[in-house]
């Protein structure tokens, strides 16, 4: 829900600490001046101005929640000819995802709005590793609630957002990773998301060099929540840039 959450008074959604002011989860990975942006959440044209997002190369989806696709008309300016040259912007996701995108976003898909202005956006389906420039975006299948939706990994980080589990084959993949993003909604436990306590345990598992956790809520105040994790592992924050081998 972002923090401040609407309608709360509660002391992280009053905090000052500029750490917890959450725009939702997601994440540009950027390499030789070429943009790859992973979902476009209901905060992205906010996000892009903040960090001066002038052009994009591609847009990979985890999964249809609201929360990770409803900022995909703001794509409009980033789409236009006059800034990709003309080619459209390609878009990632698969099949139960995509299903989705064309139903929400069903005048930009539908190829037959009359008033012009509409994304330039070319939806592909994917199930297995997406080459964009010469790097590799492996999706990881997690478990989020019921639903099985997709974490990326590229190089040697690895976002993993939205999840209650995270398969064994899934962990296979893990091996070997500077940067791990995981999921860390609060410590109560939750249907569909993981808990720190929970996250840790795939710390654990997997052992990154560095963890940072994402998509948490007002519960967990960032600099109490910093102390009382291990020095490798730390709240994401919105701005947070990092450096790794892609
Ligand atoms: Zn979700
Ligand atoms: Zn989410």
Known sequence: MGVPTIGCTCAVCKSKDPHDYRTR???MIEWDGHRVLIDT?????EQA?????D????VLYTHGHADHILGLDDLRPLSFARVTGGAKLPLYANADTARVLRSVFKYIFDNNYKYGGIAQVHLHEVNSPVEILGKTFQPVTVIHGETEIFGYRFGSAAYLTDFSTVPEESLAKLHDLDVLFLDALRH???P??????NSLSIVDRVRPKRTFFTHISHDLAHEA???SLPENVRLAYDGLRLQFEL
Not at 49 to 53: K, M, S, T
């Open 25 to 27: 989860p997601s994440v």
């Open 41 to 45: 959440t209901p905060d992205f044209r």
């Open 49 to 53: 101005i903040r960090e001066g997002i």
């Open 55 to 58: 052009r994009l190369d591609a």
């Open 188 to 190: 109560t436990p939750h």
């Open 192 to 197: 569909t998301h993981s808990t720190v306590a």
């Open 225 to 227: 929540t910093n102390a």
